[in-house]
Every structure is written in structure tokens, then in C-alpha cells.
């Protein structure tokens, strides 16, 4: 079977050996790797030609970027891609050596139970080389993934999700190319989440399953965890607020506690019940992160899991409120994230009738043997 994998990398030098080392032991070996090197300014490109040099039994391809923009990095690999099936692998990430046949596998016998399916992916997990780390991963399996992202959740068996993380995930390469490629809109976050609301919008099935599992070493402390989740709340508010199809996806709680906040700070002296309010909050959030952690039999997990718990959803909170006060002008755009833009929301009006590409003009693919369908 051929599938053309794709990593896109950016000063990943310390971790994208382990990636590439990944994929040469995969039991299904993918007919190409393509890495697109998303203008690194350390020496990831010199251990990627390294890697190939020494790795001729794996055909890996390197594209050298000068500008550092994950949308449109994303949109080169499938374009010059030579398969009718893309699979999606970050540089930070580590796969398991049944990780491609079981995407391939997975996405098959979802496409012959619904042709309307025209993807696969399976959930990222950080490795558990500390107790924050675990705590991040407890936290993933258990409170985070009750709000039903696609980015945390590992359901018990396949399920439809509004987009799929691209790294661990396999397409339908024409569905891709359907509706334009990536949106040049999110040159460092959001890009797979935004191209998945597309998709769907398209009356396209996403499926997302329990496995295959990848290890996913974004972050190396609590510090690196809140910064990635401050991106991901402004970036997750900026296309909820434009984007019909994930409205409700807004929870409720991530709304509220910066209020909660604002209220015990600036009205605690004269409003108790505003402190006592977070006070309950707090007492609430120990008691479950303990009776988490008791449940999976790691009580010593119970402190870091509620700082885990209380930091995120104040870092996701920060940045969505950021986001909402810079579209309301209401703060100076120098204050906003200045890698997030806002897209197209005339792209998200529904399904229509005829496909369209709302990212771009719609684009060719190489040659590829079309007389054999990609999952024959």
C-alpha cells in the first residue's frame, strides 16, 4: 500500500530522530517520508540528511522552507506528495511500530462502513518521564477528555470529530485537495482544526479512534504545558467565534473563571460571597484531582494533577479572553497573539452543493496512478 507520510519541523534537532527512527521500524513500511523543514534555524535539517543518509531503505524526502508557517508547510508536503493516502507525523512525536498499518487499516473498514469517511486518527500522549507529565496525561484521560476535543480525547471505540490533531492522523488525499489544502490563515497553530471544520462542513466523516497511540514530547515542564494551551484558547476562540459548526464547543467553565477571578481580586473586600465562591471552586477541583488520582491508584499524582487542572484552564481562559476582547477592539493588537488570524467565515456557511476550495484555488496533484484506488 502506498502512503506518503509527511512531518513538518521546526528546531525540532533534539527530537526528530527519534521520529524518523520511528517510522523505519514501522511494520508497514510508508512508500515516502516527506519532511518539510519549516525553516529551522538550528541543525534539524543536518540531522534529518544525516538520518536519510544512513536510512536508504526509507525513502525520505527533505524540502528546506524559508519561511516558518505550518499551514502552508502542510499544503507543500500534500502537494508534492506521490500517494493517494497522507499520513500525518510531527517531528516531536514518537510512533509505534504498528502505527501506519493500524491507521490504514482503521480507515478502511470506517470507509467501507461509511464512504463518507475520508479520515483516521488516533490520539498523542506525553511521555510520562516526570510527575507533571503524568499528571498531564491523567488529567488527558480523565477530566480534559470529558469536554470531547478531538486534541485530548481516547474514546473506547470510533467516533465522529469535528477535526483530527495532524500528529496521528491519515486522509484521503482528494479530500484534501477538495477543499483547498491548509488555509494560509494559521502559520503556527490551528491549522488542523480549522481544515477539519472545513471538511466537515463539506459533509466529509472525520473518525477518530482509541488507537493507534503516539507519544507526543511537546512539552518538557508545567511551564511549556500553559504556554501551549494560552495558544491553543485564543486560537481555539477566534475560530468559535466565526465558525458556526463549533459554537457549541464553547464550555462553559473556561468562560466563567476569569470571572471568577476578577471577582475575588477586584470585589473580594467587599463581596465575600465572590471569594467565597472561588473558594468552594478550589475546595472542588482538590477534591477531584485527589479522588482522580486515587481512582487510578497514584495519589502523589493528586498536587501536581490540580495545578495541572487549575493552570490550564486559566492559561486556555487567558487566551480565549484575549482573543475575545482583541475581535470586540477592545485591547491594542499588540496585546493579542500575533501568530493567530482570523479565517474566512463565509467558508463555514454549510455544505455545499458543489465542492469548493475556501483556503485557495483547488490544486493539482502529481501524477499519480489513478487506476488503482487508495485503499485497494
Known amino acids: 500500500m502506498n502512503i506518503s507520510v509527511i512531518l513538518v519541523v521546526h528546531n525540532e534537532e533534539r527530537r526528530i530522530l527519534r521520529a524518523l527512527r520511528s517510522l523505519a521500524k514501522q511494520s508497514m513500511r510508508p512508500s515516502e517520508v516527506i519532511v518539510i523543514d519549516n525553516a529551522s534555524t538550528d541543525d534539524t535539517l543536518s540531522a534529518v540528511n544525516k538520518f536519510k543518509e544512513h536510512h536508504s531503505n526509507l525513502n525520505v524526502q527533505v524540502v528546506k522552507r524559508g519561511v516558518n508557517h505550518l499551514g502552508e508547510a502542510r499544503s507543500q508536503g500534500v502537494r508534492i506528495s506521490r500517494s493517494h493516502l497522507i499520513a500525518f507525523l510531527d517531528g516531536d512525536c514518537e510512533a509505534?511500530?504498528?502505527?501506519?498499518?493500524?491507521?490504514?487499516?482503521?480507515?478502511?473498514?470506517?470507509?467501507?462502513?461509511?464512504p463518507r469517511v475520508v479520515a483516521y486518527g488516533g490520539p498523542q500522549r506525553l511521555p510520562e518521564a516526570s510527575r507533571v507529565l503524568k499528571a498531564i496525561n491523567l488529567a488527558l484521560d480523565t477530566l480534559f477528555g470529558l469536554s470531547g476535543s478531538a486534541q485530548v480525547l481516547r474514546p473506547l471505540s470510533a467516533t465522529t470529530v469535528d477535526h483530527l490533531p495532524t500528529g496521528n492522523s491519515i486522509f484521503l488525499k482528494k479530500s484534501l485537495l477538495d477543499v483547498g489544502l491548509f488555509s494560509s490563515d494559521h502559520p503556527h497553530v490551528g491549522e488542523d482544526y480549522e481544515i477539519g471544520l472545513r471538511l466537515v462542513a463539506q459533509d466529509h466523516v472525520l473518525m477518530l479512534g482509541p488507537k493507534p497511540v503516539v507519544i507526543n514530547d511537546?512539552?518538557?515542564?508545567?511551564?511549556?504545558?500553559?504556554?501551549?494551551?494560552?495558544?491553543?484558547?485564543?486560537?481555539?476562540?477566534?475560530?468559535?467565534?466565526?465558525?458556526?459548526?463549533?459554537?457549541?464547543?464553547?464550555?462553559?467553565?473556561?468562560?466563567?473563571?476569569?470571572?471568577?477571578?476578577?471577582?475575588?481580586?477586584?470585589?473580594?473586600?467587599?463581596?465575600?460571597?465572590?471569594?467565597?465562591?472561588?473558594?468552594?471552586?478550589?475546595?472542588?477541583?482538590?477534591?477531584?484531582?485527589?479522588?482522580?488520582?486515587?481512582?487510578?491508584?497514584?495519589?502523589?499524582?493528586?498536587?501536581?494533577?490540580f495545578w495541572v487542572v487549575l493552570g490550564t484552564a486559566l492559561s486556555y481562559s487567558l487566551g480565549a479572553l484575549v482573543a475575545a476582547l482583541d475581535s470586540a477592539?477592545?485591547?491594542?493588537?499588540?496585546?493579542?497573539?500575533?501568530?493567530?488570524?482570523?479565517?474566512?467565515?463565509?467558508?463555514?456557511?454549510g455544505p455545499p452543493k458543489k465542492?469548493?476550495?475556501?483556503?485557495?484555488?483547488?490544486?493539482?496533484?502529481?501524477?499519480?496512478?489513478?487506476?488503482?484506488?487508495?485503499?485497494?
Open 218 to 305: 511537546c512539552a518538557n515542564h508545567l511551564g511549556d504545558w500553559l504556554k501551549r494551551m494560552y495558544r491553543f484558547g485564543h486560537n481555539a476562540w477566534v475560530l468559535r467565534s466565526l465558525m458556526p459548526v463549533a459554537k457549541k464547543q464553547v464550555l462553559g467553565f473556561v468562560i466563567a473563571l476569569p470571572v471568577i477571578l476578577f471577582l475575588w481580586i477586584f470585589l473580594g473586600f467587599i463581596a465575600p460571597a465572590a471569594a467565597l465562591s472561588l473558594l468552594v471552586f478550589t475546595l472542588l477541583l482538590i477534591v477531584t484531582s485527589l479522588a482522580t488520582a486515587g481512582l487510578k491508584g497514584n495519589l502523589s499524582l493528586g498536587a501536581p494533577l
Open 96 to 114: 509505534p511500530t504498528d502505527w501506519l498499518n493500524s491507521l490504514y487499516l482503521s480507515l478502511k473498514e470506517e470507509i467501507q462502513n461509511n
Open 355 to 376: 465542492r469548493v476550495a475556501p483556503a485557495g484555488k483547488r490544486v493539482r496533484a502529481p501524477h499519480v496512478d489513478s487506476s488503482q484506488h487508495p485503499l485497494h
Open 329 to 349: 477592539g477592545i485591547i491594542p493588537k499588540v496585546l493579542s497573539s500575533p501568530r493567530l488570524s482570523r479565517p474566512n467565515p463565509g467558508a463555514f456557511a
